[in-house]
């Protein structure tokens, strides 16, 4: 006897998509741009943009890898609609250094080991920036509860922590030194 499995029903039809055009702030530069409704964040930045820096692992909203800021705030690109961003100021983990000169919190995370393989890293860095610009002396246990929307497969949750505290030293030093 012989049982026939059945083969599931594929959709092979194109989804509809519109077209829209939307203006936002990039990393400082305003633009206008002609997008999908289907468009995620993420592709938008890493396809359409070359903004390879976001990362997307999970695409669930579950590892924090995407994380970019979206008027300030930790968003998690990978399940944000670009669609839904029109006006909006984004910031992504390309638009932190100065040049060659990474910015303090990228320094930090690359002198203390906060990086191993990396792939996380962007978003720890772009979450650590909301952090310390609006609590610049946090305990470890704030930057711990600060973090614990991302998630390092290769457990470097120490040197997280230390990169950090020491980027806000870094950050503090150079307050201090404008006043």
Not at 44 to 57: A, D, I, M, V
Not at 129 to 155: F, Y
């Amino acid at each position: 006897m012989t049982v026939a499995i059945q083969q599931p029903v594929v959709n092979t039809r194109t989804p509809s998509a519109t077209q829209e055009s939307i203006q936002l702030t990039i990393n400082g530069q305003q633009q206008t741009h002609h997008i999908s409704s289907q468009w995620t964040l993420t592709h938008f930045l890493r396809n359409e943009l070359s903004l390879t820096g976001t990362k997307e692992t999970c695409a669930e909203g579950a590892c924090g890898s995407c994380t970019v800021l979206v008027d300030g705030l930790p968003t998690l690109a990978c399940v944000t609609m670009v669609a839904t961003l029109d006006g909006k100021t984004i910031e992504t983990i390309e638009g932190m250094a100065n040049g060659n000169n990474l910015h303090p919190i990228q320094q930090a995370f690359v002198d203390e080991r906060g990086s191993q393989c990396g792939y996380c890293s962007p978003g720890f860095i772009m979450t650590t920036k909301h952090l310390l610009e609006n609590n610049p002396n946090p305990t470890d246990t704030e930057i711990k509860q600060a973090l614990s929307g991302n998630i390092c497969r290769c457990a470097a949750y120490e040197h997280i922590v230390n990169a950090v505290n020491s980027a806000a030293a870094t950050l503090a030093k150079e307050v201090t030194q404008d006043d």
